[in-house]
T-cell receptor, first 115, second 111 residues
C-alpha cells in the first residue's frame, strides 16, 4: 500500500457528461502527478503539481481536461464533455521530491468508461 | 525526443530466471525506473538506477549502462505471482524529472 488513494475506483458515464476524479497522496508527497493509461501502453503523463502550483500542463490532452490542487494536498482531475476516446485508467502518483530517488508512488487508479 | 523500447511479451517457467531488456534514446538522461504492474492495478516501484552497474534487491536485480542506453531487470526464482507487466521509465535532468514510460513487457510465468 503506497498510501495514495483515488476516488472513485470506477466511473461509467455517458458521452458528453463531465467527470471529476480525486487523488489523496500522503502528506510527504509535495509533488503530485496525473497520468492516463490505456490497454497495452505505459502511463502517459498529463500534468503535475509542486505543492499547490501546477508546473506543467501543456500535455493535458485537450482543453476539456483540467486539474487542481488547491491546498497542496488532494488533487482533482476534471474531464468536461467526455468522449469515448477518454475511456482509460487515470492514475495519480505522489512523490517526495526532497528524497533522493524521485520515486513516484501510484494510487490504485480510476477506470473511466465512456458509453 | 525520447524513445524507449521493451519487448512486448515474454514467457518463462516457474523457478527459472528471466531478463527483461529496456533500451532507450534520449538527451539529458538522469535515471531509469522499473515498475511492476499487475493487470488492472497501479504500477508499483521496483528499482531506480542512476549509476552504471547492477543493483540487487532480493529476487529482483536491475542493471544500467548509461553509455549504451540499456537497462535490464533480472527476475530470479520466478513465481506465478510475478506474472505482470514490467515498465521501464526514464527521467531527464535539468527540469522536472517527469518520467517517460515505455509500453511495458508482459511477463507470463507458467508452471
Amino acid at each position: 500500500d503506497t498510501g495514495v488513494s483515488q476516488d472513485p475506483r470506477h466511473k461509467i458515464t455517458k458521452r458528453g457528461q463531465n467527470v471529476t476524479f480525486r487523488c489523496d497522496p500522503i502528506s510527504e508527497h509535495n509533488r503530485l502527478y496525473w497520468y492516463r493509461q490505456t490497454l497495452g501502453q505505459g502511463p502517459e503523463f498529463l500534468t503535475y503539481f509542486q505543492n499547490e502550483a501546477q508546473l506543467e500542463k501543456s500535455r493535458l490532452l485537450s482543453d476539456r481536461f483540467s486539474a487542481e490542487r488547491p491546498k497542496g494536498s488532494f488533487s482533482t482531475l476534471e474531464i468536461q464533455r467526455t468522449e469515448q476516446g477518454d475511456s482509460a485508467m487515470y492514475l495519480c502518483a505522489g512523490e517526495n521530491s526532497r528524497g533522493f530517488t524521485d520515486t513516484q508512488y501510484f494510487g490504485p487508479g480510476t477506470r473511466l468508461t465512456v458509453l | 525526443g525520447q524513445n524507449i523500447d521493451q519487448p512486448t511479451e515474454m514467457t518463462a517457467t516457474e523457478g527459472a530466471i528471466v531478463q527483461i531488456n529496456c533500451t532507450y534514446q534520449t538527451s539529458g538522461f538522469n535515471g531509469l525506473f522499473w515498475y511492476q504492474q499487475h493487470a488492472g492495478e497501479a504500477p508499483t516501484f521496483l528499482s531506480y538506477n542512476v549509476l552504471d552497474g547492477l543493483e540487487e534487491k532480493g529476487r529482483f536485480s536491475s542493471f544500467l549502462s548509461r553509455s549504451k542506453g540499456y537497462s535490464y531487470l533480472l527476475l530470479k526464482e520466478l513465481q506465478m505471482k510475478d506474472s505482470a507487466s514490467y515498465l521501464c521509465a526514464l527521467t531527464r535532468s535539468g527540469g522536472s524529472y517527469i518520467p517517460t514510460f515505455g509500453r511495458g513487457t508482459s511477463l507470463i510465468v507458467h508452471p
